[in-house]
């Protein structure tokens, strides 16, 4: 071409075009078709100027690039194709913009300022349904021409005419069949001021970084370390910007601009399109804002900067907190608001958003909707299928846990029954699809979904119960990430048909040695192993040994505190054979534990178990019989805290003489492996007891352990 013409940096393509016209002084027809570019499309009959601004192939790129000496990649950079996919999304067939995906929108803003300065020279991000502003004169940027109302450049320039930059190109107002050019100067177009360093500005500054590389993940805090791509941002903030105009009232918006832009919001959303005929106002929309792009600069900005303002949060949380108030204007106005449709909150939204939309309802959702949903330590993971967990779970929340999960009355008594298996059931609904009833049923309860839904209610509305949704999701992760050593599932099946596990005659006899009026039902003995085994209360057991009546059921639960150390090691014995018998590489107990840093925080209705020690325990209790009750006040707990306590280091509560005997008892199996597999003499035994050699003697021999002559034992070397 005889007259080259350098593009402005950001310059459009269209507008250098016309540029490029205007200094050839001639019509913009021939300008186009000394760069190659065809004058009409071939499908169709009449002649129209494709949309290059918005995408050239490379064949047109090549012919403008070797009539105007302007390189390929320049020119890629002046058309919108650049942020297909990212900011905008192009229809390639129809060279058009999709105006319902990430706010896209036909024509162009413009600054008055710029266009003054340039000589008309057009930006491309003014195109962008994410401009608002110009930060270089810190004002709104126009949509319209003010004499005409239309909106600039959404048809391209006529073929015939000699492209005048600067000036309105589009059709005057009630100009016929073929209407003038308007040809107002855009310059003059009158546009609001902000103070520079305010929000709004601040704002627009961050969406043109994000905008200058559309392919790097935008790295805010809220989407971790490893970010997110530009288009899902947007996405964000388009679902939140669109809630905004639609339910924010104008007191929530004053933080967000000064008084003159958020007049003229309100003017925009009173009316923000023409009332056509066959779309009175009546039937318009109540979420008119969601599917278009806001056709004003102010509606835009605030709506931008408002969502902006919540996708910039540190976490979760402090976005939960920064959008509660925009989630009390949607479930104000009518519009359903729970876990299950917050997605569908303004579009499809990213994972960490719709977390905090629905943590920021946690206080109005019901109970189990929080555990389902994980809102308690503002989760971004939606509910899936966790029935894995029942197997590592026990019908019976364990002792510890129920402890501290447990609510009581004033008078130390469980504000619910079962309250364990409660929990345990509440345990597997965190993050968890399946109904409560199917629930149950996997843990192996019989609890039923209306007893789940009112512990979980009473939890909410105690104040000391504020941190036991917190903790039981503080478990379940626990379990899902590190698993357990035990499979409860397993056990479950082995043992509940069971009805006998430890001999009758054992016990008695232990019970004969231990105590002055021994127990001589050894049923509590089977109902301690089952339920230690299984993790399963005794009275979901078979029916020989499952309590039938409340005075049974109080009778073993005595019998858990009140047992001494020797029968506890007989029965923990019983049991870890079991397990052998089975081929179970498995524990007898386990409990989970949580760091005491993640629990310290929370308001918990019970005690510490760990916050008294075993050995302050075992002094605090009085030789002989004792009230728990007294002991209890004497440690400065409760007494469902020294129930649990000596249920797990049991007391040697007898009197002196059968102390004695108690510790015989405790004592003998250690000494027959000395005698029988160290080859140990009866002597050395005593003598590293502490005892007599009668003792040890008369032990071994109610253990029925043969006695190898004195002196003697097989393969002792002969003396010389």
Not at 36 to 65: F, K, Y
Not at 356 to 370: F, K
Not at 632 to 653: K, R
Not at 676 to 701: K, P, V
Request: glycine residues 6%.
């Amino acid at each position: 071409m005889p007259i080259r013409c350098a593009p402005y940096p950001g310059e459009a393509l269209d507008s250098w075009l016309e540029a490029v016209a205007s200094r050839l002084d001639c019509n913009f027809t021939d300008v186009l078709s000394a760069l190659g570019l065809p004058n009409h499309d071939p499908v169709m009959a009449a002649p129209v100027q494709p949309r290059w601004t918005v995408l050239t192939t490379g064949e047109e790129q090549a012919a403008i690039s070797e009539a105007t000496d302007i390189s390929t990649g320049v020119l890629a950079q002046m058309t919108l194709h650049r942020f297909d996919g990212h900011a905008i999304v192009i229809l390639p067939r129809q060279r058009r913009v999709h105006r319902q995906i990430l706010w896209g929108r036909a024509g162009s803003r413009f600054c008055p300022a710029c266009l003054q300065e340039n000589g008309g020279r057009w930006q491309l991000s003014w195109r962008l349904g994410w401009s608002y502003a110009c930060t270089r004169h810190h004002v709104l940027l126009a949509d319209r021409c003010p004499a005409c109302h239309r909106v600039p450049r959404l048809r391209p320039h006529p073929r015939a005419e000699v492209p005048r930059p600067g000036l309105c190109a589009s059709a005057a107002r009630n100009g016929g069949p073929r209407p003038r050019r308007c040809h107002h100067p855009l310059a003059d177009t009158p546009v609001l001021s902000f103070d520079p360093g305010t929000l709004l500005e601040k704002t627009q500054l961050l969406i043109n970084a994000a905008l200058t590389t559309p392919d790097q993940m935008v790295r805010w805090p809220l989407y971790g370390p490893a970010g997110a791509p530009l288009r899902t941002v947007l996405r964000d903030a388009q679902s939140l910007g669109s809630l905004l105009l639609n339910h924010a009232t104008p007191g929530d918006l004053r933080p967000m601009a000064p008084p003159g832009i958020l007049e003229q919001l309100e003017h925009y959303r009173a009316d923000p399109r023409p009332v056509r005929p066959q779309r009175s106002p009546d039937n318009q929309r109540g979420d008119r804002h969601s599917y278009f792009a806001p056709g004003d600069a102010a509606a835009t900005a605030v709506a931008v900067t408002g969502a902006v303002r919540i996708l910039r949060s540190a976490d979760t949380r402090a976005a939960a907190e920064s959008v509660r108030w925009l989630a009390d204007r949607v479930a104000a106005s009518g519009r359903p608001l729970h876990p299950a449709n917050v997605v569908a909150l303004g579009g499809a939204i990213s994972p960490v958003l719709e977390a905090a939309v629905r943590c920021s309802r946690d206080s109005r959702l019901m109970p189990v909707a929080r555990l389902r949903h994980r809102t308690a330590i503002y989760s971004t993971r939606p509910p899936t299928d966790h029935d894995a967990r029942a197997r590592m779970l026990p019908a019976a929340l364990w002792p510890d846990w129920a402890l501290r999960l447990s609510p009581r009355h004033p008078n130390g008594r469980p504000i619910a029954q079962r309250t364990d298996e409660l929990l345990a059931v509440a345990c597997l609904l965190v993050g968890n699809s399946t109904p409560i009833r199917d629930a149950a049923l996997l843990t192996g309860t019989k609890v039923t979904s209306h007893n789940v839904s009112t512990l979980l209610a009473d939890l909410t509305r105690r104040a000391d119960c504020t941190g036991v949704l917190h903790a039981l999701i503080l478990l379940a992760d626990h379990l899902d990430r590190h698993g357990s050593p035990i499979d409860y599932a397993r056990r479950r099946a082995l043992f509940t048909a069971r009805s006998r596990f430890l001999d009758p005659h054992t016990w008695r006899e232990l019970q004969r040695r231990l105590r002055s009026n021994p127990q001589t039902d050894p049923v509590h003995a089977q109902r301690w192993v089952f339920h230690t085994l299984t993790g399963t209360p005794p009275h979901l057991g078979h029916p020989d040994i499952a309590p039938a009546t409340t005075p049974q059921r109080l009778q073993y639960q005595r019998f858990r505190w009140r047992i001494l150390p020797a029968e506890a090691e007989l029965l923990h014995h019983t049991a870890r054979a079991l397990l052998d018998e089975h081929g179970l590489d498995e524990p007898v107990q386990w409990t989970p534990q949580l760091p005491a840093r993640t629990l310290r925080a929370l308001m918990l209705p019970g005690p510490d178990p760990d916050s008294i020690s075993a050995a302050r325990l075992h002094q605090a209790v009085p030789c002989g019989d004792f009230s728990i009750a007294r002991l209890a006040g004497s440690l400065n707990t409760t007494t469902a805290h020294i129930a649990y306590l000596l249920s797990q280091h049991p007391v040697d509560w007898s009197p002196p003489r059968f102390q004695r005997t108690q510790h015989t008892a405790t004592r003998v199996r250690q000494w027959q492996i000395w005698y029988e597999q160290d080859y140990q003499s009866l002597q050395t035994i005593a003598d590293r007891e502490g005892t007599s050699l009668a003792t040890i003697r008369l032990a071994l021999l109610r253990d029925e352990t043969q006695l190898r002559p004195s002196g003697s034992y097989p393969g002792r070397p002969r003396r010389k």
